[in-house]
């Protein structure tokens, strides 16, 4: 493996101000446009059911479960024309459980996203809550989109481990598209750690173009006392030949805000280390309704011994309609003689899992958006 692409730090105070100084700028230019048409919202969801069996090495779960292959989900979104080429927009998203009707993310309203934005010709300023900025390129490019057998089991998305994937107290810059490569810069403000905010700074850099989408990605999450640090590089591509996809995914991470190398601490977390992490897979579409995917994960830790592990996924989806589908997968994860790593689908990990065992999930279920 060649060694990974790092970036410098950046600092968080420093990113949030510059942004907020050029949206400062902006503001005359803004109020003098005449305003566009009234401003329309968009309700959108998505819908995922599914059962679940699940083998943990000295028991098996059986269970009917929320999202394997999506998380299911209720949003809001909106934009206003305010002249000039400016828009303003919002985002808001509830995570929904469906198999219980309760709310996900640990019960936040809009636990999935939060997010007002003022955008132009120079690009988007956003804030509120949002992914980490490697989430925008992990997630079109690994070949189970987050489904079962998820590549966030082993590649980090680069969010604080206590916000569900997400990092609160965002602002994020989006620049506009140049030649197929587009920027996205993320700065979040840790307001003194109450809560277990975190402090952290971020950034993607993407290129799509003639079926290809590559790209590369740094995070850098402090821990609550903002002491030290957790911090990963990412680089993905995935490519289309025709019916065809072939993807890869390899990072490179130090997760050092509250575990060292003398004390490695948890068994049942990949990312209590330093580590390498990689991904290959790809799809095939078959008889045009349908979606073959498959991925194979490895995951090597740099700092303790038999704390590796090896994943295989397959899952195949077939459209009833444009907005129905049906799918089944499978995922297989052998774990490290010390190890209690767990398989995961959409909504989380199936832990429990007894130390060294192989570990499968086997689902199927049905998605619907509207």
Known sequence: MTSAFRPAPFSATATALALSAGACLLLPA???????????????????GCLARADLGSERLNAVNSGCLYGSRLGFRGTEELG??????FTLESGITIDNGQLAQG?????????????????TLEAGRDYGPAFYLVQPVDPMALGIGTASSSIWTG?????????????????????GMSLRLQATAGEGGSGGARKSTGMNLLWRQDGTLAGVSYARVANAADTDHDSATTAAVRH????????????QGAWEASRTAAAP????????????????????RTSGVGKASLSVKRY?????????????????????????DLYAGYSRLGNGARTSYAVSDATGAYAGVEAGATTSLLAAGVKHVF
């Open 240 to 251: 289309e030949f025709g019916v065809w996809s072939v993807a890869a995914i390899v990072q």
């Open 159 to 179: 969010a604080a481990s206590t916000t569900a994937a997400r990092n609160d107290n965002v602002v994020n810059y989006l620049s506009p598209t140049w030649a």
């Open 107 to 123: 019960g936040r309203i809009f636990g999935r996203k939060a997010l007002v934005s003022l955008s132009g010709p120079w690009g």
């Open 300 to 324: 090597d830790d740099r700092t303790a011994r038999n704390f590796d592990f090896t994943q295989v996924s397959v899952n195949y989806v077939h459209s009833l309609s444009k907005r129905t």
């Open 84 to 89: 000039g080429g400016h828009r303003a927009g």
């Open 30 to 48: 803004i109020a003098a446009a005449q305003a566009g048409p009234a401003p329309g919202v968009i309700v959108y969801g998505l819908i995922d």
């Open 265 to 284: 601490s948890s068994t049942s977390s990949v990312f209590s280390r330093k580590y390498r992490s990689w991904l290959v897979g790809g799809s095939v």
